[in-house]
Nanobody, 125 residues
Framework: VQLQASGGGLVQAGDSLKLSCVVS????????MGWFRQPAGKEREFVAS????????DYSDSVKGRFTISRENAKNTVYLQMYSLNPEDTAVYFC???????????????????WGQGTLVTVSS
């Protein structure tokens, strides 16, 4: 299983950006997907999660109302649409996946078995 994240870049405060993560293999349709981020010099933190059907989502308080996670199972792709970006959103963003029999979301890093390589988002003030 491989996860390939893309879409990062340099934007200005207030701008929007959409990240994508393509998952290879047959895992995707049974996987809870998550987005995490890691600012420079800090620990990796939860951003958003979506259950395997796309019917349930969860967000960290810092991004709730500004970010939207979604998925297209036909394309093995999960997205993170980010609005109203601010410099505090600057980080390397990682997508993660874990196969599950349940329709659930996860916040913990340890709940995910597969990780992408990360894509850098830089928000200038």
């Amino acid at each position: 299983v491989q996860l390939q994240a893309s879409g990062g870049g340099l934007v200005q405060a207030g701008d929007s950006l959409k990240l994508s993560c393509v998952v290879s293999g047959r895992l995707f349709s049974t996987a809870t997907m998550g987005w995490f981020r890691q600012p420079a010099g800090k620990e990796r933190e939860f951003v958003a999660s979506i259950d395997r059907r796309g019917s349930g989502t969860d967000y960290s308080d810092s991004v709730k109302g500004r970010f939207t996670i979604s998925r297209e199972n036909a394309k093995n792709t999960v997205y993170l649409q980010m609005y109203s970006l601010n410099p505090e959103d600057t980080a390397v963003y990682f997508c993660a996946a874990t196969a599950t029999l349940k329709t659930v979301t996860f916040r913990k890093i340890g709940s995910y078995d597969y990780w992408g390589q990360g894509t850098l988002v830089t928000v200038s003030s």
